[in-house]
């Protein structure tokens, strides 16, 4: 049994405006002192973690801005972290970067040190809309990025793109989508925008400030990028996600299969032997933790049956594929009818589920209303 590693690097040049992820300017920051607590904290999994989940199916590098750190601040955490822990020789390990702090030296040593797949943050191919949202990028250095990371060796390569971006049209979003499938990556995500509280356009928003596209446009926003990523070779395997064949991102199937992995970082989230833990999110608190010889573990939750069960079916239901009814009754010893008695005849009879044998599946109908679809199997 193998699990999967994420590594959160709460450093950024400048926080965007949507974001609500923890993270901080890496100015003035003591990058060392960090990696050495992250090392600490790699080093206590690896001495209290069983053997077969100290094997590594995937590791991922996330943030904030992983490759804001410099290459032997990257170097280190690596070479510890293979130190420690078992990379399974087919072992995925992507790193999220913003094209503005990628260099040909920085992607040439990425890959020599055993990165195979880079997720870069486009978000849109716009200059008006990246200086909106608070990027520091712009779509030039997007596209030089890309052909940097084809020039060192990258074959796997996903762009994250966004949609439903304040004064965004649709004739905007499809000239991103366009260059986009012009560049022809392994992989592609794009996730609508969501207005979390406490961030600069959450609080723009409570006032009324921001002109974002409404439900109808976003719908079709949505029903673009479905449709030219699948009419140009890609398997829309996920609800945001498309990728060639046998380029799905691995690690990220971990998440929706609802399987094991193990967060490292502040506010990082870890779920191993049916408990779910959250690192404390504040950098100070963290490395005082760890430097006192404990785990930054602020908070833990220990997963019911039926919690696991719903987790496991509503995560499941993001993939294109669906549950599988035997791989359900493998993992929990009952039909999926005899989990969900009611909520699956209603979800079919609606029109939100499809039955293929083996598997239930959404909709294309119940793509764009998979929450809706989510929320009727939580307990």
Known sequence: MSIALYIHIPFCLRKCQYCDFYSIPVESQDIDGFIQALRRE?????AQLPEEKRRLQSVYLGGGTPTCLSTRNLACLLDDCRQRFDWLPEAEVTIEANPGTLDQA?????LAAGVNRLSLGVQTFDDRLLRNIGRIHSAEQAIEAYEMASQ?????????????LPGQTLADWESTVKLALEMAPAHLSAYSLKIEPGTPFGERYARGELCLPDEDEEAAMYKIIIDQAVNHGYVHYEISNFARPGREARH????WLNQEYLGVGPAAHSYVGGVRWANLADLDAYRATLASGLLPIAERETITPELERAETMFLGLRLLRGVSRSEWWQRFGLTLEEAYPTVIPRLLAQGLLSDHGDRLALTRRGLFIANDVFAAFLP
Not at 42 to 46: D, E, S, V
Not at 252 to 255: D, F, P, Q, R, V
């Open 42 to 46: 790699l080093g206590l999994y690896a």
């Open 106 to 110: 920085k992607l040439e040593y990425l």
């Open 152 to 164: 060192a060796g990258f074959a796997n390569i996903n762009l994250d793109l966004m949609y439903g």
């Open 252 to 255: 990220n199937l971990t998440y």
